[in-house]
């Protein structure tokens, strides 16, 4: 057994996750918007790298979130890279689009299962097939399948 006493001070906050790992995260982030400004794939990656090193120096002194900082540091150098790019339909770079939380309106779900899907396709297809260019044919085969079944089972007694 141990000698050592634990002080029953619990954690109040959890470890932070590791800079590499908060590095990786920003670094596909970026990537994945620029992709989606449709920047060219050399120039995508420098735009990464710089913002990433810029993070790091601003980070290392504060001891900020890299991938808030890395995201900050991305918009200034794509507003010197290109202004044309239009950064205002994207708002400020944000992670994932606005939530909109309505209402659900109450509606009774159909249950009546698959026999009636196949029954309304299967209706939709006779219908298909009885329309006027092809409705002669399917008669007339209906009319040879009476026919071939009048002449075996009448006939051959």
């Not at 995508?44 to 001891?63: I, M, P, V």
Request: glycine share 6%.
């Amino acid at each position: 057994m141990s000698s050592q006493k634990f002080s029953g001070a619990s954690f109040q906050h959890a470890p932070a996750p590791c800079v590499a790992d908060q590095l990786e995260t920003a670094h596909r982030r970026m990537l994945t918007y620029l992709k989606a400004l449709h920047i060219p794939v050399q120039k995508r990656y420098e735009l990464a790298a710089q913002s990433l090193a810029e993070a790091e120096k601003t980070c290392a002194h504060d001891g900020g979130d890299y991938v808030a900082e890395a995201m900050r540091s991305l918009e200034r150098l794509l507003r010197q890279y290109s202004p044309d790019i239009c950064l205002t339909e994207l708002g400020s770079l944000q992670a994932m689009p606005p939530l909109n939380r309505g209402s659900m309106i109450p509606v009774v779900i159909d249950r009546s299962g698959p026999f009636a899907f196949f029954f309304i396709m299967f209706i939709n297809i006779a219908g298909k097939l009885l329309r006027p260019p092809l409705r002669l044919y399917v008669l007339l085969i209906l009319l040879l399948a009476a026919a071939g079944l009048y002449w075996r089972y009448c006939t051959g007694q």
